[in-house]
């Protein structure tokens, strides 16, 4: 039986929960895709809680409450101030007399890449400046409205001196909108893995072949993300699970080529095996100015990149000696500092400096490819052993992961293997973790953001929890997107968001605003049930007919992505005769839509995929997209999302030599299009 003081006891800590759910940014419901309002269950909310290292009782949760409320009024200064170019002014805190006087000194923060003079500035504030005031533990906070000199876009450290005391912050001055050039124009996506040409296995001088065939023909070239993973692993031979997204697999490197395995399919541990046995050799081998080189090279990095770049040696170092997954060492290198770090690396520099190396190999290929318009993929996570949440532990929730709720592509939903980044714990590090991971990705003309709705929110999934028990956690998403345009900017890189899934329209619209193009998938365009007309298309997108995760149009003209969903009971029957029954009146409606264009000549699937291309060409948006697999009439798709070692995901090879693909007559018609279309010049 539950006293009344046990009761009360319950009823102000199930508050308290709901109180701290909120200051941590966890949404109190969602809607689903059926527009069914889905509440967040005290229980997921409690794990989430304790899962960022709050117990759950009374005394913790207050002190937790009054940490995220209260704090930033006692430190002075915010961790970092995110505002727009123009913007004249920033906020401080202060508990004492008014008025207040003291400095401001403003420097360029020169290991993010910005320069420029130091500025000082003398500052007096009184009444007229505050813009909140707050009662504290009986002692008044005031939130004062602090002026800016005319600052341009970059970074800048700044240092508040009142009296004898000093604070520190960041500032980050954005642009309104992503880098973003005006023309319409097309790509091709390629899987690095799938090409095939000369006897080798697919790496980065296949790439930049099939990059200058794009370039002579005003296309550009998409590929996957190139991130560190390990192919060893079942689950690692994913282009996305990434054992770190700040730095890139040696696995494509153009030099030490793998003799190819296999004609159908890319054999990744094999291929992987061979080829850092190779590059191992080479650098024991090591000739003196190519050394010389590598050396220069880390020297030319600001301090962050440079430190980075040797713990994540080490970190691969470790992982060679200690076990793959990190969590399982002992924890003085499961929270390595930089002493123990340096006195590692000094002691096994040799075997530590290959994966240097290899980074630096890497970066010799990628800028072979800079002259190329090439868009590069920025996966949404990392996975836990990784050593980017190895690197920083403090912004990741360990006893979460990340997923998607259930819906009806994946009547499960989905958990993706990687822990979310905490949003205020991010916030607190000054989105330099975020930034790090933007500027190693922006490496060409165009930047595809996986999940960009993420931004937004993240949907979170206890552990050991199934997707039908997670909820929403909502970020700093203004500030966030303003750190992608100055980043966009700096580096020249136009966006892609991949927006696909659950969302409001306002989400999609903010990305749009700031010239992050939408992502546009032609199977799921529609009004009700009728596929979209070409004028209902945004001009600020990319239009594909399909991607990586969906079936090729000659797979999804069979119904093969029905069919295996339903052999790999990720549908149940009933959902499957739905699907079917629904995709004989998409099919239908899709020629009807031709047809209302004058575009439908024949029924054969070739004559189809061209007036299908024909007619997403003329929409305005600013990227088409196709894919070789759809030009070769192929019905595998390249992945089967809910599946491993069941689908040969992430591993079918093109049946065609590169080549020979550059000449393929239904190549040739889709290129005439584009010019006919105005997406190539005349």
Known sequence: MITMLENSTLKNQKQL??????????????YNYKGEKIDASLETCEEIIYSLGVDINEEALLYEIENLENSVFKKFLEPVYVIQEKNEKIHIFHNGDLPLTGTLIITPYEELGSTGDKRTLNFSLDHSHIIERKLIENSIYSKLSLPLPNLTHGYYKISLILDERKFESIIIVHPSECYNTKSRNWGIHMNIWSLRNNGYEGDFSHLRRICRYAKKKHGFVSIHPVHFNDPTDPFGISPYSALSRQFKTPLYLSIERVKEKNTDLFLYPKVWTKKMAKLKRRFQKRR?????KFKKYRESLSSIFREDLKKFAVFCFLREKMGKDWLTWKNDLKNADNCAIDKIYRENLEEVLFYEYLQWLIECDLSKLKKYPICFDLGFGSIKPSFDVWRHQEV?????????PPDDFNPQGQKWGFPPMIPHKLRK?????LI????????????????ALGIFRTFWIPSG???????YVKYPWEEILGVICLESLLNKTELVGEDLGTAENWMRDELMKRKINSWRVFYFEKRDSQFKNIEEYPENALTSITTHDLPTLKGYWKGLDLELRKKFSLIDEDTYIKGFEERQRDKREILNLLANYGLKEKENLSDILISLINFLSRTKSKFFLIYPEDILLIEDQTNLPGTTTEH??????????????????LLTKIINIFAETGRIPH
């Open 17 to 30: 929960i709901c109180k701290l759910s909120e200051l941590l940014g966890i949404l109190p419901y969602y």
């Open 288 to 292: 003196k100015d190519e050394f010389l």
């Open 396 to 404: 990741y929730a360990l006893g979460c992961e990340c997923g998607a």
């Open 429 to 433: 590090d000054g989105y330099i973790p």
């Open 436 to 451: 790090k991971l933007l500027r190693a990705n922006m490496k060409g003309s165009i930047l595809r953001f996986d999940h």
């Open 465 to 471: 929890k199934s997707p039908k028990e997670g909820v």
């Open 648 to 665: 040969p995901n992430w591993q079918k090879k093109l049946p065609v030599r590169l080549k020979d693909f550059l000449k393929n007559p």
